[in-house]
C-alpha cells in the first residue's frame, strides 16, 4: 500500500485518544495526504489493532458508510446509541461525531468517500443531500451489499478506468443508501435540534462564491455572529468562518480535480480577482498549492 493511501487508510479508523475531547480527523491539506478516489477496507483491519473499539471522533471532510455483514456491535451517532447486526447499514455524514464498538470476529466494510465527490455528485433538486445529512443505521439489501462487494474489489485492483468505476460504484452505493434512508421513520427532534445550521448551509450553498462574511450570514439567519459560530461548532467542531473557508477550499479542489481548466479561471470563478491571492489562500488552507495538489492527484489515479 503506498503512503498516500496508507494516509487515508489511517485516518479513517483512529486509535482511542487519552482524554475525552471529540477529535476531528480530516486527510486534505492537514498531513500532505491526498485520498484516492474512494478509500475501501475491511471493519475487522482496523479493529483487531484497537480491541475492536473506537472512541467518539469526527472527519472534517470525509462522509462513511459501514456495511455489518457478520457480527454484532454498538455505535454511537451524535450521542444515540445504535445496535449493530448483520446486513446493517451504518450512514456517518461529514462532521458528524460516531464512535464504535465491535463484537470481535465482526466482518464487513467501510467505504469513506470525500466531501469534494459529494458536491461532484448531488444535485440539490434530487433532495439526497439533506437525507445523507442524518447519521442513521438502516438496513442493507442486497444491491447495497453487491454495489460495497464491488468497490472493495476495484479498489483493491490497478486496471484501466479504475477511477471512473470507482466513481460511477460509489455514486450508486450513495443514492441506494439515501433511499433506504429516505424511507425509515425520522427520528423525533432530529431535525429541529440542526435546523438552524441547516439554514445557515442552504445560505451558505446560495453564497459561498460571493464570500459573504459570518456577519452577512448572521445577518441574514436574524443571528449574531457568536451565536452562530456556537451553533456551527456544535454541529462540525469548527467556527462559522472556518466553514466559509472550508466551502470556497471544497469547490477549488473540486474543479482542480473534475475539470482541466487554468488555475486562473477557478480563482475568477470562485470569485478571486487576483489568482495569486487564490493560490496563496489555497496553500494557506491545503498546504499545497493549486498546481501541486492537481498534479498529485493525477499522478495517483
Request: charged content about 20%; some cysteine.
Amino acid at each position: 500500500m503506498d503512503r498516500n493511501r496508507l494516509g487515508l487508510y489511517d485516518s479513517n479508523m483512529i486509535e482511542p485518544p487519552a482524554n475525552r475531547t471529540i477529535r476531528t480527523y480530516n486527510l486534505f491539506g492537514e498531513a500532505g495526504d491526498l485520498p484516492d478516489v474512494v478509500h475501501c477496507e475491511t471493519i475487522a483491519a482496523r479493529s483487531v489493532l484497537h480491541g475492536w473499539e473506537f472512541a467518539p471522533h469526527r472527519h472534517a471532510r470525509l462522509h462513511q458508510f459501514l456495511l455489518i455483514e457478520r457480527g454484532a456491535g454498538q455505535a454511537t451517532l451524535e450521542g444515540r446509541i445504535h445496535a449493530l447486526r448483520p446486513m446493517r447499514v451504518v450512514n456517518v455524514p461529514v462532521g458528524d461525531v460516531h464512535g464504535f464498538t465491535f463484537k470481535p470476529g465482526t466482518q464487513g466494510w467501510v467505504v469513506t468517500i470525500a466531501a469534494e465527490m459529494l458536491d461532484e455528485v448531488l444535485t440539490p433538486s434530487e433532495g439526497l443531500r439533506r437525507v445523507l445529512a442524518h447519521p442513521a443505521v438502516v438496513r442493507a439489501t442486497a444491491q447495497i451489499r453487491s454495489t460495497m462487494e464491488q468497490i472493495f474489489a476495484e479498489f483493491a485492483g490497478r486496471h484501466f478506468a479504475r477511477a471512473h468505476i470507482l466513481r460511477a460504484l460509489s455514486t450508486a452505493l450513495i443514492g441506494l443508501v439515501a433511499r433506504e434512508l429516505a424511507g425509515r421513520r425520522p427520528v423525533p427532534g432530529g431535525l429541529a435540534k440542526s435546523d438552524l445550521f441547516q439554514r445557515f448551509e442552504a445560505l451558505l450553498e446560495q453564497h459561498f462564491l460571493q464570500h459573504w462574511t459570518v456577519a452577512d450570514y448572521a445577518a441574514a439567519l436574524s443571528i449574531t455572529s457568536t451565536h452562530l459560530s456556537r451553533v456551527t461548532r456544535a454541529a462540525t467542531g469548527h467556527a462559522a468562518s472556518h466553514l466559509i473557508l472550508d466551502r470556497v477550499i471544497r469547490e477549488a479542489r473540486r474543479n482542480l480535480v473534475y475539470t482541466n481548466l487554468p488555475v486562473s479561471t477557478i480563482a475568477y470563478a470562485l470569485g478571486f480577482d487576483d489568482p495569486a491571492y487564490f493560490s496563496r489562500v489555497f496553500s494557506g488552507a491545503t498546504g499545497a498549492s493549486p498546481r501541486s495538489f492537481r498534479d498529485k492527484i493525477h499522478s495517483d489515479a
